[in-house]
């Protein structure tokens, strides 16, 4: 494997804390987009939650969280190069996630989060985000966040 | 926006974690005080504690805390900077705070932290610090730092 | 007190990261035990654990960690350098530790990490890594790790 630069290593963290930013402003969704290709994947299926195969089904699940949820706070920690092949860096990270829905439910989780990131016109993005649970997950996250 | 000189964004991330370890130290106050100027605001009041308008104040919520407190833990992650004008730096930060009081109370709370900095003598310091909470404040945190 | 170079804090800090990662594999002890010298101490005496005084006493009690544990979640900030004599360099940090158990116990502690570390062929390694709590310990931290 080729290591990874310092440059691609950084703009990734970045990136990634980025994305937690924008998943705890809860108002306006297009930041959250904004981390991602057109053609990105999110797959949340290990935690319970939808496979996103694009977009659009990204944008539309967002839309129901910001709408269902008055408070967010994702932490990230332990950022660490998984791999990289000079166009391809993929990125790991620790998130405590935690919300509270306007219905009084809350609910905190302590997951990986993987960014699988390619640039383009000088940004890095993610094209495929994956989510897997490092601790037992509440029941309370699919109350939250699932779907019916 | 000016941005944040790469020099500049790791001073102020040191400088905010300096500030987490004073608070935790739970000894001697001057360490803590030491990452403020002399004018400095800190502004604790979207969190139910006081807006301090001077080092004097700081100096004299702080020496309370440190009374009353047998143990503090704050992580600090999410670093990113929110401006520059080439003079002044103003970083944000998210917060895990708990903290066990001697009269058997504990609290844990989930914030964000703004530092606006500015240099002074080749170092930077904090003039105005802000505490926003992300997720809903529990009770007992009046009870431990409030003022009667 | 020499301050740290840059690429030594660099490295420690991602030493102490691959530590994390290497806890919670909780599969092979190997990568774990790669973090440290062979002469290295352990000390968690002061969260009420073995003090190990070789890698043999470390790999046995994690062996045992790795056997009874199902999850494992440790979380690091707050990196700070604490000494550096041009050959050994300290780092201190913050972890925010959990784990399941497979008898179903759940433990989560918050401590401070300290890593001695010296180069060996290239390589950081930690002579000696101690554990301190900044947080009271839960009752079942020593039901969890604990030598019967």
């Known amino acids: 494997m080729t290591q990874m630069p310092e440059n691609v290593r950084t703009e990734l963290e970045r990136l990634m804390t980025d994305y937690c930013y924008a998943v705890d402003g809860l108002q306006d969704v297009q930041p959250l987009l904004d981390i991602f290709t057109d053609d990105a994947v999110a797959d949340f299926s290990a935690i319970g939650l939808p496979l996103m195969n694009d977009k659009g089904a990204i944008k539309e699940f967002f839309d129901g969280v910001f709408e269902s949820m008055t408070h967010h706070f994702h932490t990230i920690s332990n950022f660490r190069p998984e791999s990289y092949d000079g166009s391809v860096a ?18 905190e989780v302590q997951v990986k989060y993987r960014f699988e990131c390619v640039e383009q016109d000088g940004n890095w993005k993610c094209r495929h985000y994956t989510i897997t649970p490092m601790m037992p997950l509440p029941g309370s996250l699919d109350t939250i966040h699932g779907e019916a």
Chains 1, 2, 3 share one sequence.
């Open 90 to 107: 993929v990125m790991t990270a620790y998130v405590i996630g935690m919300g509270h829905a306007a219905d009084g439910n809350s609910v």
